[in-house]
């Protein structure tokens, strides 16, 4: 077997061969008593410099023996002593050593791995302190109760000496005890605080339950504050209900197979796209060396980050904030995907490899799921005079991954176009993480979706991080507004004029959104010109126009998330520049090492390799129809190319036919030409008459 491509995920044996190397270490150092415990194992991405000439022999077709060398790493973030040390050591697969060690300064703390968690909610549910603050509540006998373990965040009265904490939140299923049962709907008023420095349960926090009346006080709902809660269920193996049942079947079916090709394990070709299918830990899917046509677009494409901050004032709801890969991670939060279920149509996977805490290899099965999807019309038009059609149906390649993290379900989608379109859909679902309200009462700070049942308003707010390669790495990002042109005899004497106002980034910074300029960024190779327009070639970002941060400027929560403030940032590229909102998010008490610090450095952007952010997502005030499971919140975010060709890339997409897509009507309706085998009339002469 070769030398694995520089964009190959890890695998089972790098991760063994990495952890021991990395204990040998530690014993050398610290003795064979010694004990760490291995948070996460992943592939250290080689830098740029060296990995540009690879890729770029790669797509010249040179043989694989004659590309330059490029070193095989490993990074391993790795705590001791109850997480009290952190570190994150490099090891290279090449000589068996340590190339790197990096040590978190003090008050920075890892993130929430499987084990550490599985282990916490366990400890938390048997400590003698939560057994007899739940036996206080008054619940049915064999009531079963159930913990979610959220990160402690920050606020006013955290420092660098706060130890690392999980803040549990209990729920209880229904009576009738099912495994699958909505535990969400029976939220209970306490929540308890582990420090997993020490072990141990530090203290119980009542949870407000009270309603607008009873502003910032606890202890409102009497002896049996839960007993006008009543079982909401989603399962379907618990519905009162049968489903539907005049719901047919929709196949999709591709009876020559799909028109994708993998090649080494991970490359893809479709439809003149071309590129490599990556996984980790913390970003989960990730997209590299986008080529379409053989022309670079795209060194990389990746969700950063995303931070969801709750709007409920009253303490410890005023610290409810989770950054889900920094705190998470997608890769170790992805699912495994069932066929016929997540995915439809005929689907590839790819699988993964994750560890556990002895740095043992963890299999995460279909982690991602590739297929093709009919995208409606591609192109259509009808010439009125003859009337020819010409028409094509769209065809998109969909990569889809779906996290589950604690009662949340975020599905990442990209799609790529014909017409030399990439997107990124969003679905967000789930269920929502709730607290306990009184009898009648409301609250301000988020709506009652159940009896007793609060569900807090909180936003979602994802960082896509863009690093492109438009013919080349010398790249630029142009503004662009459209502005109405003031009415004079001179130049608008009809006051129907607008101008396109365009504003090349010289420096590092920040934009926002402007809808009402029509406002889009274009990302640009000035060196390069469009022959036909004359402009540079590029594509076009139109942002997002989201809510941003609704945080007060002096607040931890904004402190902890300055990425989340602006719609688009620009910065120069730097190898390990990855963290919109810093590497270790986990309690952080600001934005460290991330998107607001990249910005800040004031470096040339322009003709540079640079890397753009975008900041998306939604205000989320939640509906009754939230509950007791989410229907999906959908958005999407387009990259679609703005004079990079010198036409409709899919024009030569075929023409849509009946004798291809073979539809047929509802039975008793007829139409004239159902029977044809084409969507266009009969072929006309050239010199068709005017």
Not at 510 to 518: E, I, L
Not at 567 to 585: F, V
Request: hydrophobic share 35%; with cysteine; aromatic share 8%.
């Amino acid at each position: 077997m070769g030398r694995p491509h520089p964009l190959h995920p890890i695998d089972a044996t790098e991760i063994s061969q990495a952890s021991e190397v990395l204990k040998g270490i530690i014993a050398q150092g610290n003795g064979p008593d010694f004990k760490i415990r291995f948070k996460n194992i992943s592939i250290s991405e080689p830098p740029k410099a060296l990995l540009r000439p690879y890729l770029d022999a790669e797509a010249a077709g040179v043989p694989e023996a004659r590309r330059p060398f490029v070193p095989r790493c490993v990074d391993i973030v790795w705590t001791a002593n109850n997480e009290r040390t952190l570190c994150e050591t490099t090891i290279s697969l090449d000589s068996k050593s340590e190339v790197k060690r990096i040590s978190a300064v003090h008050g920075q703390h890892s993130s929430l791995d499987r084990d550490e968690m599985r282990a916490s909610a366990q400890r938390i549910l048997n400590d003698p302190q939560v057994v007899e603050a739940i036996k206080k509540l008054k619940l049915p006998e064999a009531c079963v109760i159930q913990c979610d373990c959220w990160p402690y965040g920050a606020d006013r009265d955290s420092d660098a000496n706060t130890h690392k904490f999980i803040q549990a939140l209990l729920y209880a299923r229904a009576p009738h005890g099912h495994a699958e049962s909505n535990q969400y709907a029976f939220p209970l008023p306490f929540s308890p605080v582990l420090d997993i420095f020490e072990g141990r349960i530090v203290r119980i926090e009542p949870l407000a339950t009270g309603g607008k009346e009873d502003g910032l006080k606890y202890h409102t709902g009497g002896d049996t504050p839960m007993a006008h809660c009543l079982e909401n269920e989603y399962h379907p193996a618990l519905q009162p209900t049968t489903p539907r049942a005049d719901l047919k079947p929709l196949y999709v079916n591709q009876p020559e197979g799909p028109s994708f090709t993998i090649s080494d394990s991970n490359c893809v070709s479709w439809q003149k796209w071309r590129f490599r299918v990556g996984f980790n830990y913390r970003e989960g899917l990730t997209l590299h060396d986008i080529r379409y046509d053989g022309r670079p677009t795209f060194y990389r494409l990746s969700v950063s980050e995303m931070t969801v901050p709750y709007g409920d004032p009253r303490s410890p709801f005023h610290r409810k904030q989770a950054f889900d890969l920094g705190d998470a991670g997608a890769g170790s939060t992805a699912n495994n995907l069932a066929l016929g279920c997540d995915c439809l149509g005929t689907i590839k996977y790819f699988g993964g490899w994750l560890n556990n805490d002895k740095g043992e290899p963890v299999e995460t099965g279909n982690v991602i799921c590739l297929h093709e999807q009919d995208g409606g019309i591609g192109w259509k038009h009808t010439n009125h005079r003859t009337q020819g059609v010409a028409i094509t149906r769209a065809r998109n390649l969909v990569l889809q991954t779906i996290l589950t993290v604690g009662n949340y379900e975020y599905i990442f989608a990209w799609l790529f176009w014909q017409n030399g379109n990439i997107e990124l859909e969003t679905r967000a679902t789930g269920i929502l993480s709730t607290s306990l309200i009184d009898p009648g009462k409301k609250s301000e700070w988020g709506n009652v979706v159940s009896p007793g049942v609060l569900a807090a308003n909180h936003q979602h707010l994802f960082s896509l991080r863009i690093d492109p390669m438009l013919d080349g790495y010398a790249n630029s990002v142009i503004q662009e507004d459209s502005i109405a042109v003031p009415q004079s005899e001179e130049e608008n004497p009809h006051g129907n004029a607008w101008r396109v106002v365009k504003k090349p980034f010289e420096k590092s910074g920040f934009a926002d959104a402007s809808p009402f300029t029509n406002r889009c960024f274009k990302i640009v190779n000035e060196a390069v010109r469009n022959p036909v327009s004359g402009n540079p070639v590029g594509f076009k970002l139109v942002p997002q126009p989201c809510q941003l941060l609704l945080a007060g400027e002096k607040s931890v929560v904004r402190k902890r998330a300055r990425f989340a403030e602006h719609h688009l940032w620009i910065t120069r590229y730097r190898d390990g520049d990855l963290w919109a909102g810093g590497k270790w998010t986990n309690q952080s008490l600001e934005e460290t090492d991330g998107l607001l610090h990249y910005a800040s450095r004031d470096e040339d952007v322009r003709g540079q390799d640079i890397v753009v952010w975008h900041t998306f997502g939604m205000t989320h005030n939640p509906r009754v129809e939230d509950f007791p499971v989410m229907p999906v919140e959908i958005s999407t975010i387009s990259l679609k190319p703005a004079d990079f060709f010198t036409a409709n890339p899919a024009l030569d997409v075929p023409q849509s036919t009946q004798a291809s897509n073979k539809s047929v009507l509802v039975r008793g309706s007829t139409t004239a030409g159902a029977s044809g085998s084409t969507c266009c009339p009969k072929e006309l002469p050239l010199r068709a008459a005017l």
